[in-house]
Structure formats: C-alpha cells, structure tokens
C-alpha cells in the first residue's frame, strides 16, 4: 500500500476527500441503521383475544323475509399493547381453515387470504367499509368478526369480503375447525390467532340454541390472560 502513501504525500487533498467520504458514508449508513433500530423498538404489539361469553361468542338477531331468527357472531378482539404507538392501517384476513383429523389438524381446501370484516364498522354511506384499513390506539380494543352460524342453516358464514363458490361444500363441515386468522398493517409485524370451533350443526330445542363449542386457538389469548 506504499503507493496511495505516496499520493497522498504529494496530493493531501485526495486524502482528505477520502476521508471526508468515508466518514459520510459511516455516518449515513449508522444514522440509517438506527433509524431502522428505533422504529423497531418503537413499533406497535398488538395482542388478539377470544373467550367465552357475548363479547366474543355474540347473539345477534337475524331478520330475513320478516321473521327473526337467532344468530351468533363469533368476534376476536385485536388490541394494540404498545404505549405511544398507533397501529396504522391494520386489515384483518381469514387465511386458513383447517380441520381435526385423527388428533391433529390438517389443511382444507381453503387457499386463499380474504379480507375480514371489522365489527360495526358498515357505513351507510359507503358499501364494504367494514373491510377498510383501520389505526389502533394504544390500548383501545377492535373486534373482526370472523364467522356466524344462524338457526335454520346448516352452515358456517365466514365474514369475508367474498364468499367463493368453491368453498360451499367446505363451510358446511361439521366436526372441529379451525379458523386462521392474521392482522397486518403499515408499522408491526403481522400477527396471527386462531378460533377453534366444534359443532354438529344441532340446534338444542331446549335451550333454543346451537350445540357447539368455541375456545381460543394458537396466538390467541382469553380476555383474562
């Protein structure tokens, strides 16, 4: 290396343009990185819950052709759990149904990623926005409803934006499911939860309602957790 020694000799300033560069590029790529770093650091964690009880496992009235019918809405609740953050346009997607088959549980032929619908937000004014991107607050609670089951139907409803043809024989599975759900968004990582959900689809005449039941599945919590 005598050589660049001995232009830098006989030519100080290529060695000061040297060092002026090299010193902006490790300032550039160290500003970067902890730019990078910081807003890792900083990023919103949401958390997704679902328990027992009408929070999550929801009666809602079905009125079709003037008669009303009983309906359950089962909801998850996503809740953002990082102090001074806002979670930017969080979307909700079903992106899986599986179902138990000797003891473990298998894919369907359920492929696709469809939007899901957040709870009570249909507008008047503007059809599917129940399916827009929304900001989470620290600490404030949004449910995404995930499917429905209705007296006098002897299938599951999930709440999609679409409900492809070819999935119609599958939503009239009976048997344990379980329902995939992930929530993306501009500035976390995605995160991703489960519904498990057992039924015959038998309405109890007793108790007026479906025999069934529905538990949290993997990276879903209860609302006491």
Request: charge should be positive; proline fraction near 5%; include cysteine.
């Amino acid at each position: 290396m005598d050589w660049i020694q001995q232009i830098g000799d006989q030519h100080p300033w290529i060695t000061i343009t040297i060092s002026a560069l090299a010193s902006g590029v490790i300032g550039f790529t160290f500003g970067l990185i902890s730019d990078r770093a910081l807003k890792w650091l900083n990023r919103p964690i949401l958390k997704l819950q679902f328990d027992i009880g009408d929070d999550f496992q929801t009666p809602t009235p079905d009125i079709r052709n003037g008669t009303t019918y009983k309906a359950y809405v089962f909801r998850i609740r996503v809740i953002n759990t990082k102090n001074g953050t806002v979670a930017k346009s969080c979307r909700a997607f079903l992106v899986g149904i599986e179902e138990l088959s000797k003891d473990k549980f298998v894919r369907t032929a359920y492929t696709d990623s469809i939007p899901l619908a957040w709870s009570t937000r249909q507008s008047r004014n503007k059809k599917g926005a129940e399916f827009d991107p929304i900001d989470l607050p620290r600490g404030i609670g949004q449910y995404v409803d995930v499917f429905a089951i209705r007296r006098g139907i002897d299938q599951f409803e999930p709440a999609t934006s679409i409900t492809p043809f070819r999935y119609r024989g599958l939503y009239k599975k009976k048997g344990t499911l379980r329902f995939r759900i992930r929530i993306a968004g501009d500035n976390f990582d995605p995160i991703d939860g489960a519904v498990d959900f057992t039924w015959q689809k038998k309405w109890d005449r007793r108790e007026d309602k479906f025999e069934y039941t529905a538990v949290a599945g993997p990276g879903c919590v209860r609302e006491s957790d």
